[in-house]
């Protein structure tokens, strides 16, 4: 096994290595003896030319490097860590390097920041990586430019649960320990890294090819044009990029293994008349490699790709032979000991699953009709149908898990699209050549490219409408059971590829597929026979409470009351990481009784990250949310989506009662009332007769018999952020240290933290 496939070997004890480390969190000082014995273990074993044990200790030592490369990544602080001496109550200067290409978003730029010293009376030297949000789109700042600004450091949010997505553990695996936001650029500080070196020649080049596109080429097709060639999609519309991803097709704005081979392939026959030897031929290609994947931003798409090119040359150049398993393998095991926590990573995982199955199964499939190979209809059609359905069988349980959503159009129209944007790329290249050579015959080219690009995008327009069919994947399982179950489903995939030849092969097909069924039917049989129940989850956000209901079946809704604007973004840094705890990635309605225009910002944020099916708001904020609208920009389908209540034209939502101060839940179990304010008791109960809370969506400055109005209109039970003040004769009890003694029924938020509503029997209310 270690003869033939040595790179394979070796990944297993790499990602093992990472996996035991993620999982135990060994400490270094474990950790660092560990490596020296186990590598003087590998060369005793190679000195006595042992043939199994040598490989076998030399395994567990890339292992335990690979986890103490991990281990400083995502777990193991040193004493001078920024985070130490975080505070998110106080603001400190931060000086630090830009680390990667800024990310731009719709609304914001997002960097990581590596900090090298906080300020202070005393500055002191620190370590870690930092992730800066910055409320502007901005490209003035760029990769390498050392910043100073102040700011408040807030940690990863955490999350409870093993079963729950772990935004803290997402961003720690990055090696991200802490997020800063700022409301401009305008307040950092810029010391502009080199005009010379590596990075700045990567920026010139990029610069370079922007501007050629923009100069030859109409605004929609350069900037499809740019996100073809390098992945760069801030001048994609943001309906544009939707329509990929409905489509099925969005892998073709990161750049991946086929845009280095068609790069690679143009700049190889662009040599080819030039009296080159290999090895210069060779080089020449390994630079045009380096720089191309420096370029597109270094995306693990394209450094998989770029890294196993480089194998391949260097391989051709030392005339060595070759297996593309082994190549692929250490192309994935050199970027692991780089990198130990991209194998975490959805775009990793994609990627290398994908070439994966493409290398083990086309060539099984193709061999079963050799007879064919030099038929045009094969080449040109049967051939690129094989790729397409074979990558999108390796890559559909991945999807599945993490987006919760298939495209069921999406081999057709990659079969459709692909083809356009490889051609289109070709003229890409060409067009720069030729502009380089002689701008006129750049124009010229351009000319036919700004067509092609245009005919591409009216495919993706046409396979990304809203009307084509989409299967929405919900996620019901728990990591380990999904895990499990991915492993299961390539497994099948490997049996399934050997079968193709292998009489052996069909018969372990059968067997394991009758396997796979009968234990598919005994954990839907166990998880029906569960018990299960709808739930409402109460909780405050800034100004007021959010309610989340989870129904049995289907996508849940959210209630927002009392929003108010925060220095930092409201979805992201509460709303989001609560729905994440939840496990919640998509919402069918979301009602909005109340919110300052400051706030509103956030919602239309909220609509696009949640996907949104139907906002609902009170039309207090229905000019607000107009104008809101329009100074950002939303696109149609996202302002179609927004419905208004409470007015002359009163929206219906089915289960929910709408009217201008309250929201009634009705529930087969009872009612649950939201209400903006209980101050004037405006309000009242109408569904007397059933067990119902009343929600008070603001902090409560209450009159003495507020409660018991209430409790007497038929409110069984009353939530509220917080009792802000009682007036009147209400008592107080000296053991609260003088704060107002109120009834059980009545629940501050404030001091439980959260809520949970269980529906199975009426109205049971539980902290969480």
């Not at 109005?709 to 003040?725: M, N, S």
Request: hydrophobic letters at 50%; one cysteine or more.
């Amino acid at each position: 096994m270690f003869r033939r496939f040595p790179s394979l070997t070796l990944l297993g004890g790499v990602t093992g290595g990472i996996v035991v480390a993620d999982l135990f969190h060994p400490p270094l000082a474990f950790l660092i003896p560990t490596v020296l014995v186990t590598v003087v273990a590998a060369y005793l074993a190679y000195r006595r030319n042992s043939q199994s044990l040598a490989p076998l200790f030399f395994s567990l030592a890339l292992a335990t490097i690979a986890a103490i490369q991990f281990a400083h990544t995502a777990y193991q602080i040193p004493p001078s860590h920024f985070s130490r001496a975080a505070n998110p109550r106080l603001t400190i200067q931060i000086f630090g390097q830009i680390a990667d290409w800024p990310e731009l978003k719709s609304d914001r730029t997002e960097m990581i920041i590596e900090v090298d010293s906080l300020g202070g009376k005393v500055a002191q030297r620190a370590t870690g990586r930092l992730l800066l949000k910055i409320s502007d789109t901005t490209t003035a700042l760029q990769r390498g430019d050392r910043i100073e600004f102040f700011a408040r450091i807030y940690p990863a949010e955490e999350t409870a649960g093993a079963e729950q997505f772990d935004y803290g553990r997402f961003l720690n695996l990055k090696g991200i320990f802490g997020t800063a936001y700022l409301p401009s650029v305008l307040d950092v500080r810029v010391n502009r890294r080199p005009e010379l070196g590596f990075y700045a020649i990567v920026d010139w080049l990029r610069d370079q090819i922007r501007s050629t596109l923009q100069r030859n080429l109409s605004p929609e097709a350069a900037a499809l044009a740019s996100g073809f060639l390098i992945g760069e999609t801030r001048d994609i519309p943001v309906e544009v990029y939707r329509m990929f991803r409905d489509s099925g097709t969005l892998h073709l704005m990161a750049v991946s293994g086929s845009n280095v081979a068609v790069v690679l392939g143009f700049f190889y026959l662009l040599l080819r008349p030039f009296p080159l030897k290999p090895l210069q031929r060779s080089g020449a290609l390994l630079v045009v490699v380096i720089l191309f994947a420096a370029i597109s931003y270094g995306d693990p798409s394209v450094m998989r790709a770029s890294v196993m090119a480089a194998l391949v040359l260097l391989a051709k150049l030392l005339q060595r032979r070759y297996d593309l398993n082994n190549i692929i393998a250490l192309a994935m095991l050199l970027i692991l000991l780089v990198d130990p926590a991209e194998l975490f990573s959805v775009g990793f995982q994609l990627s290398f699953a994908t070439a994966w199955g493409l290398i083990f199964i086309v060539p099984r499939v193709t061999a079963l009709l050799t007879r064919y190979h030099n038929r045009i209809w094969y080449r040109w059609l049967l051939f690129p149908i094989i790729i397409s359905v074979v990558a999108q069988i390796c890559s559909t349980p991945l999807i599945a898990y993490y987006f919760g959503r298939l495209p069921l159009i999406s081999v057709v129209a990659n079969l459709v699209i692909v083809p356009l944007a490889s051609v289109a790329l070709v003229l890409i290249l060409t067009m720069l050549i030729a502009h380089l050579i002689l701008p006129i015959t750049g124009m010229f080219i351009g000319g036919i490219l700004d067509g092609m690009l245009l005919l591409t995008l009216k495919a993706v327009v046409y396979f990304g409408r809203s009307t084509l069919p989409n299967l929405e994947i919900e996620h019901s399982f728990s990591p380990v059971m999904a895990g499990s179950l991915i492993a299961a489903i390539f497994g099948l995939i490997v049996i399934a590829a050997l079968a193709l030849t292998s009489k052996q092969a069909r018969r372990w097909l059968v067997a394991t597929m009758l396997i796979f069924a009968n234990v598919a039917l005994v954990a839907v049989s166990v998880r029906a026979s569960q018990e299960e129940s709808a739930t409402v989850h109460l909780t405050t956000i800034p100004g007021g409470i959010a309610g989340l209901y989870q129904p049995l079946k289907g996508k849940p809704d959210l209630i927002l009351t009392g929003l108010i604007d925060k220095p930092y973004q409201i979805e992201e840094k509460v709303i989001l990481p609560w729905l994440r705890d939840h496990q919640i990635a998509k919402i069918n309605r979301c009602f909005v009784l109340s919110a300052n225009y400051q706030s509103l910002d956030d919602l239309i944020r909220l609509v696009d990250s949640c996907d949104i099916e139907q906002l609902f708001v009170s039309t207090h904020n229905e000019a607000g949310i107009r104008q809101v609208c329009t100074e950002l920009q939303v696109d149609e389908r996202i302002s179609q989506r927004i419905r208004f209540f409470g007015g002359v034209a009163n929206a219906s939502a089915a289960g929910v009662a709408l009217s201008q101060n309250q929201i009634d839940m009705i529930l087969p179990e009872g009612t649950i009332t939201f209400v903006g304010s209980a101050e004037k008791l405006v309000f009242r109960n109408q569904f007397p007769g059933l067990p119902t809370v009343a929600v008070v969506g603001k902090p409560w400055r209450c009159e003495a018999g507020d409660w018991i109005a209430l409790h007497e209109l038929g409110f069984d039970q009353i939530v509220c952020p917080k009792i802000a003040q009682v007036s009147g004769n209400a008592s107080s009890d000296p053991h609260e240290s003088g704060e107002p003694a109120v009834p059980a029924y009545i629940h501050q938020l404030s001091k439980l933290g959260e809520l949970k509503i269980d529906l199975t029997r009426p109205l049971s209310l539980q902290t969480r």
